[in-house]
């Protein structure tokens, strides 16, 4: 028996998904926009990896956050692009990135094919890039120096 997934059926409305208080609330719509998390993810899968990514993101900057004594993220001292703090836009931009290394990882295409399997191994080889862009973020975001090694 064959079972039909539609591509495009699955739920994209946009959704907020809160934060602690401290750092910003993100949007379902703003994470598929910045980093092309497909519509073949429904609003309530992206909304709750996007929570998942803010908790892991939280906790790994959680140092360098009680260091400061701003009232929130967007009060800390930095440059403003387009009248956003550049603090806050990289914390989108690390917490994004992590979600779309994330459906990366777990999201095989629905098409049981040749052809649909290999596509899916090439796209999962970009996971490890999109996790590199989240830590590059956040490292520009807590005044970290960046690293890059790599294997021989």
Request: hydrophobic residues 45%.
């Amino acid at each position: 028996m064959a079972t039909f997934l539609p591509a495009n059926g699955a739920n994209c409305e946009d959704r907020t998904v809160e934060n602690d208080g401290w750092f910003p609330d993100l949007t379902v719509a703003d994470c598929r926009g910045q980093v092309g998390v497909a519509s073949q993810h429904g609003t309530d899968r992206v909304a709750a990896e996007l929570l998942s990514a803010m908790i892991e993101v939280n906790a790994s900057i959680s140092t360098w956050r009680a260091d400061q004594s701003a009232a929130s993220l967007a009060a800390v001292p930095a440059p403003a692009y387009g009248g956003i703090s550049a603090k806050v836009t990289l914390y989108a931009r690390a917490v994004f990135c992590l979600v779309r290394a994330r459906m990366i990882e777990v999201t095989r295409e629905h098409d049981a094919t040749a052809k649909g399997h290999e596509r899916a191994d090439l796209t999962e080889t970009n996971a490890p890039y999109w996790r590199q862009a989240s830590q590059e973020a956040l490292a520009r975001l807590t005044g970290r120096t960046r690293t890059v090694v790599e294997l021989i």
